[in-house]
DNA sequence: GAATAGATTGTCT
DNA sequence: GACAATCTATTCT
């Protein structure tokens, strides 16, 4: 059964979240698709959302960059081998948290990273848990880290179900190929030659994609 | 605008 | 004990 809409004001949320077929596919489909889709999370303080303008597709137990490479499996990493549409969130550098995507069925250990999101919906309310009162709704959500205090999410939001829970991610219209660039993945130098592969997926031009102006594609 | 350093702790060896 | 799918301030050009 699909889920309900989490409660939110805005009318740019007036769309049906994604179904768990969406995220039963191959992972770097999945990726790709992702972008312009909206994720939002309804939580007590209020309800916050982004457009997807940046992810990053995370492999497997052959994807040396990925936390399930050479297929360990930890309590950490459990919930990358549980079933799809679900989100697995990590702690980071003893300071940040991170949101994925799982995709695939249950037991292939495949993930997409949410690296950044255009704001749409409750700005203020992420501008408080940012401790950012001044400066562009852009920078809001412009990296992994950013994203997941913007929306407040933590690890308590591991193995939550993006289908039927308080996050989801929203449907919305496909973005054209002319706007989305590939490149190899940020902060995985340490992967051999996986680390060059280009499974980064981005928004040409978007202001919230992470990194420096050469690498966003702002011109 | 670009490069560099420092912060800070869970997770795995 | 080493390191990590990062962010921000600072210090340059």
Same mark, same amino acid.
């Given at each position: 059964?699909?889920?309900?809409?989490?409660?939110?004001?805005? $009318?740019?949320?007036?769309?049906?979240?994604? !179904?768990?077929?969406?995220?039963?596919? %191959?992972?770097?489909?999945? &990726?790709? $698709?992702?972008? !312009?889709?909206? +994720?939002?999370? #309804?939580?007590?303080?209020?309800?916050? @959302?982004?457009?997807?303008?940046?992810?990053?597709?995370? *492999?497997?137990?052959? $994807?040396? &960059? &990925?936390?399930?490479?050479? !297929?360990?499996?930890?309590?950490?990493?459990?919930?990358?081998? /549980?079933?799809? /549409?679900? #989100?697995?969130?990590?702690?980071?550098?003893?300071?940040?948290?991170?949101?994925?995507?799982?995709?695939?069925?249950? !037991?292939? %250990?495949? &993930?997409?990273?949410?690296?950044?999101?255009?704001?749409?919906?409750?700005?203020?309310?992420? *501008?408080?848990?940012? /401790?950012?009162?001044?400066? %562009? $709704?852009?920078?809001?959500?412009?990296?992994?880290?950013?994203?997941?205090?913007? =929306?407040?999410?933590?690890?308590?939001?591991?193995?939550?179900? =993006?289908?039927?829970? %308080?996050?989801?991610?929203?449907?919305?219209?496909?973005? @054209?190929?002319?706007?989305?660039?590939?490149?190899?993945?940020? /902060?995985?130098?340490? #992967?051999? @030659?996986?680390?060059?592969?280009?499974?980064?997926? +981005?928004?040409?031009?978007?202001? @919230?994609?992470?990194?420096?102006?050469?690498?966003?594609?702002?011109?």
């Amino acid at each position: 059964m699909r889920g309900t809409r989490p409660p939110c004001d805005s $009318d740019v949320l007036n769309e049906r979240p994604l !179904g768990r077929s969406f995220y039963f596919r %191959p992972t770097l489909r999945v &990726a790709r $698709d992702l972008l !312009g889709k909206i +994720l939002v999370h #309804a939580s007590a303080e209020g309800c916050a @959302a982004g457009r997807i303008v940046e992810v990053e597709a995370y *492999r497997g137990p052959s $994807d040396r &960059a &990925a936390h399930s490479a050479g !297929g360990r499996r930890t309590p950490r990493t459990e919930t990358m081998y /549980g079933p799809p /549409g679900h #989100a697995y969130v990590y702690f980071v550098y003893g300071m940040h948290h991170c949101v994925n995507v799982v995709t695939r069925a249950a !037991g292939v %250990p495949e &993930a997409v990273l949410i690296r950044a999101l255009e704001p749409v919906a409750g700005v203020e309310l992420m *501008r408080l848990r940012r /401790g950012f009162a001044a400066g %562009p $709704d852009w920078r809001l959500c412009r990296g992994p880290g950013s994203v997941c205090r913007a =929306l407040g999410l933590t690890r308590v939001h591991d193995g939550s179900d =993006l289908v039927t829970g %308080p996050l989801q991610i929203l449907d919305a219209s496909r973005v @054209a190929a002319a706007r989305v660039a590939r490149t190899p993945r940020i /902060g995985v130098d340490y #992967a051999g @030659a996986h680390a060059a592969l280009p499974w980064r997926f +981005l928004v040409v031009g978007s202001r @919230a994609v992470s990194g420096t102006r050469a690498r966003t594609g702002v011109a």
